[in-house]
């Protein structure tokens, strides 16, 4: 199982420490504070909210430590993919510009839709059909190639029972195997995009939660080994709970009948 050290002086704040909440379709945004009063800043701390995506970025400033409670109506840049949207907030010294705490991965409230726990968003990938991008502090998300916008590559992604029975169990596969063996995320409450995750696949596919370290006699080979064979049953019940198989062959025996 890997481990994650922190090398800097910077403090790691949680991802709930302000409210992001969408406004206008996602036009632009509001900032509020909710648990910064956890954390012991320099009250002249210069608080930033950063937005962006994989190729355009924006950074919006909020005040200082202190006195910051709420900014509303932040425009978000018209270049940064709605699709894609992200966000993490920093405190940075005021005097000297260092980063003394960052909060990456924040959640966001829309009062128009949910966000996806899996987004995504067209991208030159070269000779790559599609990637999928995940980390730590970095919701999933879905790269597709834009070369193929001549075949509606948008539909497909988001309707074709093949792309899905194709694509969608090795993305879930490597989005568990991040939680639960990168992460060692096995709660399923928690506003974490980790948490959320793992809720989804409990409760939607029907399937047990992570076994916790420890309620057997086993070795910590023994214990990695009984996460993948989760992470595996936990794709195989995806897949039965949305119907891939079936609704794959129905989808390709029509596609070969209207050749």
């Given at each position: 199982?890997r ?16 409210n992001?909440?969408?406004?206008e ?31 355009a ?22 270049l ?18 260092r ?8 959640a966001?409230?829309?009062?128009q ?36 916008l001549?075949i ?14 194709l ?29 959320l ?12 939660q992570?076994p ?8 910590l ?11 595996n ?7 039965y ?10 989808r390709?025996k ?6």
């Amino acid at each position: 199982m890997r481990r994650h050290f922190n090398y800097t002086d910077r403090i790691t704040m949680k991802r709930d420490s302000v409210n992001v909440e969408l406004q206008e379709n996602g036009q632009s945004c509001c900032v509020e504070d909710k648990n910064l009063a956890d954390y012991d800043f320099p009250p002249d701390a210069q608080l930033f909210l950063e937005i962006y995506d994989r190729y355009a970025f924006q950074r919006e400033f909020l005040g200082s430590f202190s006195s910051f409670k709420r900014k509303d109506s932040i425009k978000i840049s018209e270049l940064i993919s709605r699709e894609a949207l992200r966000y993490r907030l920093k405190l940075v010294d005021k005097t000297q510009g260092r980063i003394l705490g960052e909060a990456k991965g924040l959640a966001t409230v829309s009062s128009q839709q949910p966000d996806s726990l899996l987004p995504f968003q067209l991208d030159d990938l070269t000779n790559l059909v599609y990637e999928v991008e995940c980390s730590t502090y970095e919701q999933p998300l879905l790269r597709v190639n834009q070369r193929l916008l001549g075949i509606d590559i948008e539909w497909i992604v988001e309707n074709d029972p093949i792309f899905h029975a194709l694509v969608l169990p090795a993305v879930v596969k490597k989005i568990l195997t991040q939680i639960v063996l990168d992460d060692a995320i096995l709660e399923i409450n928690g506003n974490k995009w980790q948490n959320l995750w793992l809720y989804f696949i409990v409760n939607e596919c029907h399937i047990r939660q992570p076994p916790i370290e420890g309620e057997d006699e086993e070795t910590l080979d023994d214990y990695e080994t009984t996460l993948k064979d989760w992470i595996n049953d936990a794709v195989q019940a995806f897949c039965y709970s949305h119907s891939f198989i079936e609704d794959f062959e129905t989808r390709y025996k029509m596609v070969r009948e209207n050749e």
